[in-house]
C-alpha cells in the first residue's frame, strides 16, 4: 500500500477493481467543497467570496492576484492578506487547488493527451501538472486516471457535464463582482 493510498483513500494497487470509488473523489467530481470555518469581518468574508467567484468564473485561466485585485477594486496585496485570514490559506493555494480539482473531474473521461489537458488547465507545461497533482494527490495524473476508470463507476457520468458549473457554495454569495 502506497503513501498516497492511504492519505486518500484509494485502494492498493492489487486491489480488486469493485471497490467503491472513494469517498474524496466522489465529493470533488459531484461539485463539493469543504470549506472550513471562517474568521474576519463580514466586508473581509463577502470580499473572500467575491475572489472564490471570480476563480469560479474562470475555470480555464490560471488567476492572477492582480485580476482578482483589480476585479474586486482592491490591491493585491489585500486580497492575499485578507483571503488568508479568513480561509486560512494562500489565494495561490486555493486557485491552484480548484484547477486541480476540475482535473479531477475531467480526468476519467478524458479521451487525449494529458499534455493537452494540463495546457487546457492553463499550467506552464505536463510537467509542471504532474508535479502539481502528485503534491496535491500522491499519484501523477495518469496514474489516478488509470485508477478512477478502474475503480469509480461510472467515470463520465455527471462529473463530465458539471465541469463547467460554477461553485454552489460561491454562488450563494449574491454580492456582485465590482466592476473597474
Not at 492489487?14 to 466586508?43: K, Y
Not at 470580499?47 to 476585479?71: C, E, F, I, M, W
Not at 508535479?131 to 462529473?159: D, I, K, L, W, Y
Request: hydrophobic residues 35%; charged residues 20%; positive net charge.
Amino acid at each position: 500500500m502506497t503513501n498516497a493510498d492511504l492519505r486518500f483513500g484509494y485502494p492498493p494497487s492489487s486491489s480488486a477493481d469493485h471497490e467503491p470509488c472513494p469517498a474524496w473523489v466522489a465529493r470533488i467530481m459531484a461539485g463539493e467543497n469543504e470549506s472550513g470555518p471562517q474568521d474576519g469581518t463580514a466586508a473581509q468574508r463577502e470580499l473572500v467570496a467575491n475572489a472564490k467567484r471570480y476563480v469560479s468564473n474562470h475555470p480555464t485561466q490560471r488567476t492572477r492576484l492582480v485580476d482578482v485585485g483589480q476585479a474586486l477594486g482592491v490591491s493585491p496585496v489585500y486580497v492575499t492578506d485578507v483571503f488568508r485570514r479568513v480561509e486560512g490559506v494562500p489565494f495561490y493555494q486555493y486557485a491552484l487547488r480548484k484547477r486541480l480539482e476540475r482535473a479531477i473531474r475531467l480526468l476519467p473521461g478524458y479521451q487525449a493527451d494529458l499534455s493537452a489537458l494540463a495546457l487546457e488547465l492553463d499550467f506552464a507545461s505536463h510537467s509542471h501538472f504532474t508535479t502539481a497533482f502528485r503534491r496535491a494527490f500522491g499519484c501523477t495524473p495518469a496514474v489516478f486516471r488509470e485508477r478512477a476508470r478502474r475503480v469509480c463507476r461510472n467515470p463520465t457520468s455527471s462529473a463530465s457535464r458539471r465541469v463547467e458549473t460554477p461553485n454552489r457554495s460561491v454562488a450563494a454569495h449574491p454580492a456582485p463582482l465590482a466592476t473597474v
